[in-house]
């Protein structure tokens, strides 16, 4: 960016070497010099979304309009809110994109690539007094003419914006003194000796022409240890997710907490092991006493593999719900070998049957079959999707997801889904009962069941 | 229940995607697909730009499933798994086995005629429901988090502050072997869909979540409008926002009785009690 033209007006303009915004006439105290502190350091957009929900808090109704266009290489990102419009003439010269700030209740947002120039314009006011130019500062205008002379970055374009500013700060083209003496209202102005507490202020304001970044309050530093260019981390300090706030201790790195000694990790990711629910890989275990820090002891050979006949498939902790049986229903059933953690999948395992539906509609029992008037399968594994059967119920009588049919060996269980109207189960020489919601009961061959309005499921060539 | 590929989707979508690196983050990890009838999200990690790769590597498997108008379960499962050998080799290419990633999201199916949405889900990015006003969190964290509210062990209230929220127990990479979570869910018309990463829900909450949706009646502009609100709220991570409407849906005519019951049903899914079964048994 080369400087400014600015025309007189009401509102705050902010200008910066590397980023120019446009605020209301009526803002914080203070506020313009807080906004060109934090544009001054490179922390553009989102620089000044900490200045503003610091001051207004979150709530959009309080919210203030703004026009921002921060420079990070050659891209330009625009930021609009309110009655303003960001007038930009592509590098070719001949397209003009306009973005308004209105009709939208947060922001409109875009960004550009090497601009020719970027114009912030107050809606409505027709600038007629005659441009002045500026290079920093805070002045009150209605418009801000950004002229970018050379489109061509200085220097190659990375992805850290903080290394890429400085070399086209010093192509100041405009020659003016200080920003005091281009600023018409002084009281609202980034002078350092206001008394302003701004972080990082001493270092940016004691010479707004020395184009240094500060890095100090960079938005990167908090994360230099994991995105920075020095790389001294460990690979399983690297595996961490940053936590959302500072002032946590480093996470964990996903390690799959519930498989315990059926975990399976390349030798390249330590994990720590821990009986149960606490499998979890940690750099320094801040956490909780629950987690082991000793790493490198932890590391899992691969070939641990197989999970004891105890161990249960790591999936099925967290699958299935309404899956479970229990004890008692299980003796009831005198069932021995069905475990109610263990569905066993319908790979390999020779058909059980099949239902036959009053509506005509059939299914082979090679796995879980879920019956409703607008059936849905929830959290299951990708290879044991069930089979979805829809029966009509033009009185709604019949649940979404009514009742659930799954194999499990060689047995068959039905089980209601916690449905409003329940579930009848009807065998040869018994009484109906109502099936427990929520139970799982064995079936046997020709039973039927009643999911009322006249839908029945009836098992045939059962074992 | 297989579907016939053959047969146009029986559903009209309009969707809006929006996606921002936050207001602490140097880079912008999370990748998406918005397009019919996939629509993905996935949230890198393994830093050091390996996260991004990861992610977009993750993404691009579901490419070439773009496009047609329905897909099975096993065509997102076959995508899957190449996604999981995509980022696998990365890993080992970076020489980092922390590159890795989430994914969740929704893919258009079909189940007896009727439209019905593939709910995946690895990690712990989000796909939700908007249904009647009412916000249902579909898929379920792969997280610690929910692995001790589950046992009991945490209270949800206390799930959005716990320190080790970000800990992710299953993902792409990552040293993971972890399987992915299915669902099957009926598509009716009038439904959004909300598929994004933690970025969003670290910052809004789902009431807040529940009146930007219900506020913004377009799917992009909700999009927008998430990610602004999240970024106001903080933007301590990437954000990345997907909105799908269902703006239509059509039942097979093939399946008479399907198409029945699919009557009403858009607008009404209360099932209604009637007198005891048992009365007359």
């Known amino acids: ?463 | 229940m297989s579907h016939d590929q053959a047969v146009p989707a029986r559903i009209r979508l309009a969707w809006g995607a929006s996606t921002d690196r936050g207001r602490r983050r140097t880079t912008n990890e999370d990748s998406f697909l918005a397009d019919h009838p996939l629509f993905l999200v996935a949230d890198g990690m393994g830093g050091h730009e390996a996260g991004e790769v990861a992610s977009a590597a993750a993404i691009s498997a579901f490419l070439p499933l773009v496009g047609n108008p329905t897909l099975s379960v096993d065509e997102v499962r076959e995508a899957l798994s190449a996604a999981k050998s995509t980022v696998f080799a990365i890993a080992d290419a970076l020489g980092s086995g922390a590159a890795g990633t989430t994914l969740t999201g929704v893919a258009v199916t079909e189940q007896g005629g009727s439209p019905y949405w593939i709910v995946i889900n690895l990690g712990d990015s989000r796909t939700y429901m908007l249904a009647d006003g009412v916000l249902e969190q579909v898929s379920v964290d792969h997280s610690l988090v929910q692995e001790l509210i589950e046992s009991g062990e945490l209270e949800q209230s206390h799930a959005g502050v716990d320190p080790r929220r970000n800990v992710i127990t299953r993902a792409i990479g990552a040293g993971n072997q972890g399987e992915a979570d299915f669902w099957l869910i009926p598509a009716n018309t009038g439904e959004r869909i909300l598929i994004c990463s933690d970025g969003l829900t670290g910052e809004l909450d789902d009431a807040a979540i529940t009146m930007v949706l219900l506020e913004e009646t377009g799917a992009q502009d909700a999009a927008n409008r998430l990610v602004h609100e999240a970024l106001l709220h903080g933007g301590r991570d990437n954000v990345t926002v997907l909105v799908v409407d269902v703006l239509g849906t059509a039942t097979g005519e093939s399946d008479p009785e399907t198409a029945k019951t699919a009557v009403g049903d858009d607008y009404s899914d209360d099932t209604y009690p009637r007198e005891q079964l048992l009365a007359g048994g």
């Open chain 1, 1 to 463: 960016m080369t400087g400014v033209e600015y025309v007189s007006g009401d509102w705050h303009g902010v200008v910066t070497s590397s980023a120019v915004a446009l605020l209301p006439e009526k803002i914080a105290p203070g506020l313009s010099a807080r906004v060109w502190a934090t544009l001054e350091k490179g922390a553009g957009f989102s620089g000044l979304l900490d200045v503003l929900t610091e001051a207004y808090g979150t709530s959009l109704s309080s919210f203030p309009s703004f026009a921002v266009v921060a420079f990070d290489g050659d891209e330009a990102r625009i930021a609009v809110r309110g009655p303003l419009t960001v007038e930009v003439i592509e590098s070719d010269g001949t397209a003009l994109q306009s973005i308004g700030g209105d009709r939208v209740t947060t922001w409109n947002e875009s960004v550009v690539v090497a601009p020719r120039s970027i114009t912030l314009i107050v809606k409505g006011v027709t600038a007629s007094a005659e441009p002045l130019m500026m290079s920093s500062g805070v002045v009150r205008c209605s418009r801000i003419d950004t002229v970018l002379a050379d489109a061509t970055p200085d220097a190659e374009r990375t992805w850290n914006a903080e290394s890429d500013r400085s070399p086209s700060r010093a192509a100041t083209a405009v020659s003016v003194g200080p920003p005091e003496a281009s600023i018409e209202n002084a009281e609202e102005t980034a002078i350092p000796d206001k008394g302003m507490t701004v972080p990082g202020e001493e270092e940016t304001l004691a010479d707004p022409l020395d184009f240094e970044p500060s890095t100090d309050e960079s938005p990167s530093s908090n994360y230099d240890d994991l995105w920075g260019a020095t790389i001294a981390t460990s690979v399983e300090s690297a595996a961490v997710r940053p936590l959302a706030e500072d002032d946590v201790p480093d996470a964990a790195t996903p390690a799959s907490a519930r498989q315990s000694a059926s975990v399976v990790s390349p030798p390249i990711l330590p994990v720590a092991i821990l009986p149960v629910t606490r499998a979890v890989a940690a750099e320094q275990a801040p956490l909780a006493a629950t987690m082991i820090s000793g790493i490198p002891a932890f590391g899992v050979p691969s070939a641990v593999a197989p999970a004891s006949a105890s161990q249960p498939h790591p999936t099925e902790h967290n699958d299935h719900d309404g899956e479970t049986i229990s004890v008692a229903q299980l003796q009831r059933m005198q069932t021995t070998e069905v475990h109610a953690a263990t569905p066993v999948a319908s790979a390999g395992v020779k058909p059980a049957g099949k239902i036959i539906l009053s509506t005509g509609d059939e299914a082979i029992l090679d796995r879980t079959v879920i019956i409703g008037r607008r059936p849905r399968a929830t959290r299951v594994p990708g290879n044991q999707m069930p089979h979805l059967l829809a029966v009509p119920s033009p009185l709604q009588d019949i649940s979404r997801s009514h009742v659930e049919i799954r194999v499990e060996g060689s047995h068959i269980l039905a089980q209601d889904l916690d449905t409003t109207n329940g579930t009848i189960l009807r065998r040869v020489d018994e009484p109906p009962i109502r099936l427990h919601p929520g139970e799982a009961t064995m079936i046997a061959n020709h039973d039927v069941l009643d999911l009322g309005e006249g839908i029945t499921v009836t098992f045939s060539g059962l074992s």
